[in-house]
Antibody, heavy 121, light 108 residues
Framework: QVQLVESGGGAVQPGRSLRLSCRAS????????MHWVRQAPGKGLEWVAL????????DYADSVKGRFTIARDNSNNTLSLQMNSLRAEDMAVYYC??????????????WGQGTLVTVSS | EYVLTQSPGTLSLSPGERATLSCRAS???????LAWYQQKPGQAPRLLIY???TRATGIPDRFSGTGSGADFTLTISRLEPEDFAVYYC?????????FGQGTKVEIK
């Protein structure tokens, strides 16, 4: 069965960096686009970033563009999110999610359990 | 940017009743690319519907999606105890892909 397991969350001060990882199993990882979606405490969902199945095309929300970098390693079935210059408003549970297709659906058909990022001085 | 407005904010119903959730877009979607997700406390969201009316794999047929243009509806024909949750709509039509603020379906 499809499994997505995030790691790397934690507490960090504003302006610092953090790297999230997502390990995928149970499907052909190299065939699917992958996303990061976040949810601030008690709030709704916000799409963050997408990487196409082949890693060539990427897309970011304006709120993170220039600060976050999405990447993937298809040989190890892993997805990552490098987050730099973190702000208080980046505090959220970060979910990795699979795209319904190669990256052009922006429909999230499987989700990980999420990893919490806390940004506070 | 498409703004999605969900109504009502909270729906109080009893098991066995019909639930009707609304999602309105600030502009007409080009391709009726509207998805619905269910989220229970402490859990990740689960995809229910995409393309306005296509049920995702494994989703019971008591969940149905309708609508086009700017007005969309998620209907749960007969509420089961496990259906009490928060429901989000999301447009997968144009950048940036956005979510509604959610509708909570609670037990009356």
């Amino acid at each position: 069965q499809v499994q997505l397991v995030e790691s790397g969350g934690g507490a960090v001060q504003p302006g610092r960096s953090l790297r999230l990882s997502c390990r995928a199993s149970g499907f052909s990882f190299r065939s699917y686009g992958m996303h990061w979606v976040r949810q601030a405490p008690g709030k709704g969902l916000e799409w963050v970033a997408l990487i196409w199945y082949d890693g060539i095309k990427k897309d970011y929300a304006d709120s993170v563009k220039g600060r976050f970098t999405i990447a993937r390693d298809n040989s190890n079935n892993t997805l990552s999110l490098q987050m730099n210059s973190l702000r208080a408003e980046d505090m959220a549970v970060y979910y990795c999610a699979r795209d319904l297709g190669g990256g052009d659906y922006y429909v999230f058909d499987y989700w990980g359990q999420g990893t919490l990022v806390t940004v506070s001085s | 940017e498409y703004v999605l407005t969900q109504s009502p904010g909270t729906l109080s119903l009893s098991p066995g009743e019909r639930a009707t959730l609304s999602c309105r877009a600030s502009q007409t979607l080009s391709y009726d690319y509207l998805a619905w997700y269910q989220q229970k406390p402490g859990q990740a969201p689960r995809l229910l519907i995409y393309g306005a009316s296509t049920r995702a794999t494994g989703i019971p047929d008591r969940f149905s999606g309708t609508g086009s243009g700017a007005d969309f509806t998620l209907t749960i024909s007969r509420l089961e105890p496990e259906d009490f949750a928060v429901y989000y709509c999301q447009q997968h039509d144009s950048s940036p892909r956005t979510f509604g603020q959610g509708t909570k379906v609670e037990i009356k």
